[in-house]
């Protein structure tokens, strides 16, 4: 590495958050103006600079005005005074994820905006394809035409709740910036350019009219390592060494449809500067070393600042039951992980203006804040995105979120009800709650295999809903085949072919406990008639017996209890076509 020690020359002065309070928008919460945009260091050859050691670097306390009230922006005050898991989320235990936004353009799966200005993807040659090149036709002008006439959150919403969901996750702003309301903070949104429809109100509303809770997602912290390939330019061909239009100024928007938009604030600024961000623009995930970006820690303050100030200006104006903030580490702008870059208490910032104010509108604090695989910590909610934990996990509310395909649309997903019942069951077996993204194509319908498949699981929970809202884990997860020393269960990653094909038999078994207080055990697949399932956790020396029936269907179940098991055999035709769960009294 050449790296070279320049760190003498670097102003460090911190930005002030202006101290008046405007008025934003007739009718809205008044809310903290945004610093201006910081002088920004002229960019140096790729690679140059070493990344400040994030473990001795002082985590920043930023200087945002939030709503009085016994929070304070600080874990240690977050932790005191949060009251615990509002008891709707148990309650509600399955919620559907809109995760859509102008990515879903590309109709290239996730990732879209970041992929097509990387040459030779599979995102980048589409783009060529309906939009041309990226040093000329870039995200900016798919946001600029992205226009989802057939989105209906008001259907969409009534026939998510049918399919049994009981809370929606509304998308806010994706890794692209682009934020997805009437934004105070970020030009680039939904109303000033594109659609001009505030499409996370629509949402809301068409929540509060089906009566259901609502979240809003945010995955916005790590755009500025994320766009990084926005900065590239192609490695051959005839447009080779052409700077894609990451590289525009404010100024050269003049007598262009986007005047008046500066680039930066929708791509961000090059930082390829910095060890291993260059490197890592272009793998399938890689995000930057840890490390700070210490020549440019007043623009750091500043996009940690307009970071939260946008997550603050929904948690006002929209009144969200929980917000999500993505990532892979202890939560946002840490200095490591996702987080890298800065070390700031943001989250903490957001958090406590976030439950001072529910106080203050609600009475209480019956809301959550999800912090994606942070550690257990009163006031956060975890998530598994890849995989089932291997065992039941108590220690805090948590959801398992995945794709119906991918994040976001590409032709050919598999629908299967099969597959997206069991996931539930596997979710809430384990103590778990569920979100489930249902991939919307860029017009915002959704295939109609895709609407079969909901109502197909709708029609299963209808049944079965006793033994999966407001449940929660039995002593044992269970039983079934081992494999490596473990618990057979539906494979992680989006919901495919993959899970569509994976073999369950009638024999393994996964428990709940409902809010009745009734034990419920699930057969992951249909037994034949005159079978006999047999439970070993059942046995008459561990728990005693007395009544058990067949969830949707009054023909008698036909029952033993040894010493050792609990024999079940049903003969009649089966309630349901995928899983099915006996109550046991």
Known sequence: MN??????????????????????????????????????PTALKENMVKLEDSNTFKEVQLDIPITDGPFKPSWESIESNYPGEPEWLREAKIGFWVHFGPQAAGENGDWYAR????????????????????????????????????????????????????????????????????????????????????????????????????????????????WQTAFQSDTYGDKKGVPYDGNLTLADGKGKWWEGLDPRRLYGINLREYDSVAEKANSPWSPANAGIFWRHLEYAKWYATQWALRMMDVTANYDPDFIYTDGTVQGPFTGNG?????????????????????????????????????????????????????????????????????????????????????????????????????????????????????????????????????????KTLGEGEITNGKLKKLPGGGLGKNQADFKFTAQDIRFSVGKNGALYAFCMALPKSGDTIKINSLGSSVEKVRKITLLGSKTKVKWQQNKDCLEITYSGNMPCKTAIAFKIN
């Not at 806010?172 to 949104?189: A, M």
């Not at 006031?379 to 959801?399: H, K, L, R, Y």
Request: proline content about 6%; hydrophobic content about 35%; aromatic content about 12%.
């Open 3 to 40: 790296y070279i020690n320049i760190k003498s020359i670097v102003l460090t002065a911190g930005l002030c958050m202006a101290s008046s309070v405007c008025a934003q928008k007739s009718g809205t919460v008044q809310l903290p103006e945004l610093p201006p945009f910081p002088e920004v």
């Open 115 to 226: 992929k097509l200005y990387t040459q030779g993807s599979n995102a980048y040659n589409n783009h060529l394809k309906r939009y041309g090149h990226p040093s000329e036709v870039g995200y900016k002008e798919v946001l600029r035409d992205w226009n989802p006439t057939k989105l209906d959150p008001q259907r969409l919403t009534a026939l998510y709740k049918k399919a049994g969901a009981r809370f929606l996750m509304i998308q806010g702003v994706h890794h692209d910036n682009y934020d997805l309301w009437n934004s105070r903070y970020q030009p680039w949104n939904s109303v000033n350019v594109g659609p001009k429809r505030d499409l996370l109100r629509e949402w809301v509303n068409a929540c509060k009219k089906q009566k259901m809770h609502y979240g809003v997602t945010f995955h916005h912290e790590y755009t500025w390592w994320w």
């Open 338 to 474: 996702t987080g890298t870059g800065y070390k700031c208490n943001a989250m903490q910032v957001v958090m406590a203006d976030y439950y001072n104010r529910c106080l203050k509108t609600r009475g209480k604090v019956n809301t959550f804040s999800i912090i994606k695989f942070r550690r257990p910590t009163n006031g956060s909610v975890n998530t598994a995105e890849f995989d089932f934990p291997d065992n039941i996990d108590t220690t805090q509310p948590w959801i398992r979120e995945a794709p119906v395909g991918d994040w976001f649309y590409a032709p050919g997903f598999t629908y299967d009800s099969n597959s997206m019942i069991r996931f539930i069951i596997e979710a809430i077996s384990r103590d778990g709650n569920v979100a489930l993204n249902i991939p919307m194509r860029p017009d915002g319908s959704i295939e109609d295999k895709c609407e079969e498949m909901l109502e197909e699981v709708g029609k299963w929970l209808k049944i079965n809903g006793e033994a999966i809202y407001g449940s929660h884990a039995w």
